[in-house]
C-alpha cells in the first residue's frame, strides 16, 4: 500500500476540518459537500500555481518572432484570483477562521 504524502495528508485533514465546522455550524447536506470539494479544488490549482511560480518564477523569459521579452508569469495573477475565490467560497459557506484556542478547547 503506498503512503501517503504530506500534501496529501494536509488536503484530507483541510477537507476534514471544513466539514467539521460545518457540522458545527448546523450547515450540512450534500450541497456544502460539494462547495468543500469545489474549495479543495481551487486549493489543488493553488498548490499547482504556486509550484510553478517556484519553478518559473514571477516573470519569465519569453521569444516572438520580433525578438525575447520579460512578462509576468501568468500563474502570478491566476494564483491571486484563486486565492480570491477560495475566500469567497469559505464566506458563502459561513466558515471563519477559528481561534487555536477553541479548536483545542473543542477536543478535548
Known amino acids: 500500500m503506498a503512503r501517503k504524502t504530506r500534501k496529501l495528508i494536509l488536503r484530507d485533514a483541510i477537507k476534514a476540518n471544513?466539514?467539521?465546522?460545518?457540522?458545527?455550524?448546523?450547515?450540512?447536506?450534500?450541497?456544502?459537500?460539494?462547495?468543500?470539494?469545489?474549495?479543495?479544488?481551487?486549493?489543488?490549482a493553488k498548490n499547482s500555481l504556486t509550484a510553478d511560480i517556484k519553478e518559473r518564477g514571477t516573470k519569465i523569459l519569453f521569444t516572438t518572432a520580433s525578438g525575447s521579452n520579460v512578462k509576468t508569469?501568468?500563474?502570478?495573477g491566476d494564483l491571486l484570483k484563486t486565492n480570491a475565490q477560495?475566500?469567497?467560497?469559505?464566506?458563502?459557506?459561513g466558515i471563519k477562521p477559528v481561534?487555536?484556542?477553541?479548536?483545542?478547547?473543542?477536543e478535548m
Do not use: C, F, R
Open 18 to 44: 471544513l466539514i467539521a465546522q460545518l457540522e458545527k455550524n448546523h450547515t450540512t447536506g450534500q450541497y456544502y459537500i460539494d462547495l468543500v470539494d469545489d474549495y479543495m479544488e481551487m486549493w489543488d
Open 99 to 106: 481561534p487555536e484556542d477553541d479548536i483545542d478547547d473543542d
Open 73 to 76: 508569469n501568468d500563474s502570478v
Open 86 to 93: 477560495m475566500l469567497k467560497l469559505l464566506d458563502s459557506m
